[in-house]
């Protein structure tokens, strides 16, 4: 039973323009929210993350929006750069066990 | 953030063999986690490693094909036991971080199983 539901698969963006990357859960129980960036050859690395308790998040050029009622979260990624290409991964947290969307590969193109 | 390593790297091994995978951190962690990572997929717990106690092992996962070791703060590992062609995949380690729900994660093992 697949818990978070990541869209899309793949997502090809310009260069300056927004990335957007969709995810929702299932299970109400989770309670942190972190999204993740891995690079090819690399192990994932901690890009951003939200409480249930924030409607949104920003860091720098990362933003996370999430929405507790209808159990979605997402990342934006403002003026995309060609270096943000990369698999992105949601997650979900609950008793220090995170549960991972099935991942985005991002392309930006010039 | 921790600094993880991971040895081997990668590794290229024959069915019916074992390879054992260490994972060490620059700092005392109470958690350490291992995932697996399918080729093109997404990250599956294989099992918890609280030092000084038992792993915890998710569904799906047993104990006989992927024992773990935990034997300090620093350091665990996990054995690959028994291999098939189906247990290709990138190994990862993680750790808790300060704000404990946060995981960070070492660069991976990748395994190919001939």
């Known amino acids: 039973q697949q818990q978070v539901k990541q869209s899309p698969q793949s997502l090809i963006v310009q260069k300056g323009g927004i990335s957007i990357i969709n995810c929702a859960y299932e299970?109400?129980?989770?309670?942190?929210f972190p999204w993740y960036q891995q690079f090819p050859g690399k192990g994932p690395a901690l890009l951003i993350a939200?409480?249930?308790?924030?409607s949104e998040k920003k860091e720098g050029r990362f933003t996370i929006s999430f929405n507790k009622s209808a159990k979605q979260f997402s990342l934006h990624i403002m003026d995309s750069q060609p270096g943000d290409s990369a698999t992105y991964f949601c997650?979900?947290?609950?008793?220090?066990?995170?549960?991972f969307g099935t991942g985005t590969r991002l392309t930006i193109i010039p | 953030s921790a600094v993880i390593s991971q040895k081997p790297s990668r590794d290229i091994c024959q069915r019916g063999t074992s390879l054992t995978i260490q994972c060490q951190v620059d700092?005392?962690?109470?958690?350490m986690f291992w995932y697996r990572q399918q080729p093109g997929q997404s990250l599956t717990l294989i099992a918890t490693?609280?030092?000084?106690?038992?792993?915890?092992?998710e569904s799906g996962f047993v104990i006989d094909k992927f024992p773990i070791s935990r034997p300090n703060l620093t350091f665990s590992t996990l054995t690959v036991s028994n291999m098939s062609p189906e247990d290709s995949s990138i190994y990862l380690c993680?750790?808790?971080?300060?704000?404990?729900?946060?995981?960070?994660f070492g660069p991976g093992t990748r395994l190919l199983v001939l």
């Open positions: 993680s750790v808790e971080g300060r704000v404990w729900e946060t995981q960070y």
């Open positions: 299970n109400t129980a989770f309670d942190y």
């Open positions: 939200i409480r249930p308790d924030v």
């Open positions: 997650a979900a947290e609950f008793g220090r066990k995170l549960t």
């Open positions: 700092s005392q962690v109470t958690m």
């Open positions: 490693a609280n030092q000084g106690s038992e792993a915890t092992y």
